[in-house]
């Protein structure tokens, strides 16, 4: 799918759609209670419903309505189930099911799209090993076979955070104490922040007894709790950035004490317009492609701790080097930051292209309200902030979107 986006202005309100980040976390949490939960302002967006699709192959029963959703929980430790679960393309999904299918002792086969099993998991591949337990690919597939022991955990900060998350959800689920230290330097901390607190919505303790050691005490039971997701800062961003470029429209839902890292892009923004400037972004990667598009048409900034960019749902700094390119864009990309150069942008003159990432055709997007553009692959979008294009259309901006 094609969109057209014409020059524009955005004005008025636009009520945000819920993180993705806190309804993964809610949702599985209210999978292994033993009882029912109702998790509450769920946006369907296509990486959440991959982690529904998952949550119910292991067995929990779960009711949608409208953005209600109420989760009835099993015992992860004793499902075997007969389907495949199928992440699509969500890597928050594939990395959180691992250590949950990994509870049972019973062979568990996990899939996705092509581009999801082709990004990294040698985290947990080293743990399986170490512990002898099977992790395997095959094919477009990934099988797993438990149970997963209490103990030690060493793993690298600067890969995922999505592997902490992932055995933070099933380790207190042992009948041992567990603790997980963390190889510095230790990135995304505020993804990890988010687990803890979701896990303490249902009754889970754990706790960072100091900066890189994460202590889990064995035998606890998830609690049923009526939950609700908070707006996402990371969509957020999108609207905002409009702001930037002289827009005025107001994002509404967000919560000023949210432990959402990308809640500091609101301390970015104005550091971007103001002057050329130096931003780290080794907590905030997801923010890449719409700081690299204001630098772009801004002043031009310099961006460390990008590495980790590499394997996201694209390449985020060479996918978005080259489409920021044709507004007339001069990145540079080193093996752990970014630099884009003061220059002079103008209208794009060949097709902007998505590449299958979401984030990337948001920036986009938000660009081309200024200089105007067409983007191939508007689909994206419904991984995170599946209403974005008709949030825009009725904040004033032309947007016709084809086939």
Do not use: W
Request: net charge negative; charged share 25%; with cysteine.
């Amino acid at each position: 799918m094609r969109v057209k986006i014409k020059p524009g202005k955005a004005s008025g309100e636009i009520t945000l759609p819920t993180s993705k980040s806190m309804a993964h976390r809610l949702l599985i949490c209210a999978a292994l209670c033993d009882g029912a939960s109702i998790v509450r302002g769920v946006t369907p967006c296509e990486d959440v419903l991959a982690t529904v699709d998952c949550l119910r192959a292991l067995g929990a029963n779960i009711e949608i309505c409208g953005d209600t959703y109420t989760v009835f929980g099993r015992d992860m430790k004793t499902v075997a189930p007969k389907k495949p679960l199928l992440c699509r393309e969500s890597g928050s999904t594939l990395r959180f099911m691992i250590p949950i299918s990994a509870l049972s002792g019973a062979k568990v086969t996990l899939g996705g799209a092509e581009k999801l099993l082709s990004r990294p998991l040698s985290v947990y591949e080293t743990l399986f090993r170490e512990r002898e337990l099977l992790l395997q690919r095959y094919g477009s597939f990934i099988f797993v076979d438990g149970p997963l022991p209490a103990g030690e955990y060493s793993l690298p900060g600067d890969v995922s955070s999505q592997f902490i998350t992932g055995l933070l959800f099933a380790l207190p689920l042992l009948n041992s104490d567990s603790v997980i230290k963390i190889e510095p330097p230790f990135e995304s901390r505020p993804y990890v922040d988010l687990t803890v607190s979701a896990l303490a919505k249902f009754g889970v303790k754990v706790f960072f007894e100091d900066n890189l050691t994460i202590k889990i005490p064995g035998a606890q039971k998830y609690v049923s709790a009526d939950v609700t997701v908070e707006a996402d800062y990371s969509a957020g961003a999108f609207i905002d950035a409009l702001n930037v470029l002289g827009s005025d429209v107001k994002a509404l839902g967000l919560d000023e004490k949210s432990l959402q890292g990308d809640r500091v892009y609101k301390e970015i923004f104005p550091k971007i317009k103001a002057s050329f400037t130096e931003v780290d972004i080794s907590d905030c990667p997801d923010l890449a492609p719409i700081f690299f598009t204001l630098a772009a048409v801004n002043h031009g900034a310099e961006f460390v701790g990008t590495k980790r960019l590499r394997i996201k749902e694209s390449d985020r700094a060479e996918v978005m080097a080259n489409e920021l390119s044709k507004f007339g864009a001069d990145i540079e990309i080193h093996e752990n930051s970014v630099k884009v150069n003061n220059t002079t942008l103008h209208s794009p003159k060949e097709i902007l292209l998505g590449h299958n990432d979401h984030r990337v055709v948001m920036s986009l997007a938000v660009l081309s309200t200024v200089f105007g553009g067409i983007i191939d692959g508007a689909e994206a979008v419904s991984k995170s902030y599946p209403s974005f294009f008709e949030d825009m259309k009725n904040a004033g901006i032309e947007v016709e979107l084809y086939d």
